[in-house]
């Protein structure tokens, strides 16, 4: 797989972090050992960021078990829920609507039984309170 896809991807999420005033810097990317994740372009996009790269080691098929599960969540939750498809443009959509619904309103167990924005903007509000605790309630900025 060439490197653009990837980045692009890079490239999107950040985007999506900035504009909702997220903070990028720590945050930890996890992937596997695929070329394009050790691209030089990649790591030093990654860094430029202030993301930490985490680089699944080679032929260790418990590294990648969560990223398999949500595979399988979305195969099952979308793919084959909703489909069959007309074409790519269809399934694309259905994905971008599926990722959204993943995150921001299907609640997930293993974190409580809150959404995993919740569960981020909680975990932000934490930080954010044990480097400024004489200012009150934290902000997510």
Same mark, same amino acid.
């Given at each position: ?7 692009? *991807?890079?490239?999107? $999420?950040?985007?999506?972090? %900035?504009? =909702? ?6 945050? #930890? ?12 372009? /990649?790591?030093? !996009?990654? =860094?430029? *960021?202030? $993301? @930490? =790269?985490? #680089?699944?080691? @080679? ?5 990648? =078990?969560?990223?398999?599960? @949500?595979?399988?969540? /979305?195969?099952?939750?979308? @793919? ?13 959509? $259905? ?9 921001? #309103? !299907?609640?997930?167990?293993? #974190? ?11 975990? /932000? !509000?934490?930080?954010?309170? %044990? ?11």
């Amino acid at each position: 797989m060439p490197t653009e896809l990837p980045l692009d *991807a890079l490239e999107m $999420a950040l985007w999506t972090r %900035q504009q =909702a005033k997220q903070l990028v810097d720590g945050l #930890i990317h996890h992937s596997d050992a695929g070329c394009q994740y050790t691209a030089i372009r /990649y790591s030093a !996009r990654l =860094a430029d *960021a202030g $993301a @930490v =790269a985490s #680089i699944g080691s @080679v032929g260790d098929s418990y590294d990648n =078990a969560m990223a398999e599960s @949500v595979i399988g969540l /979305y195969k099952t939750e979308c @793919v084959r829920h909703e489909g069959p498809w007309r074409g790519v443009d269809d399934l694309e959509l $259905a994905t971008l609507n599926w990722v959204w619904w993943f995150n921001e #309103i !299907r609640i997930h167990g293993e #974190i409580g039984y809150v959404t995993p924005i919740e569960f981020e903007e909680a975990h /932000y !509000r934490m930080l954010n309170a %044990q480097r400024h605790p004489l200012l009150g309630e934290p902000s997510l900025y």
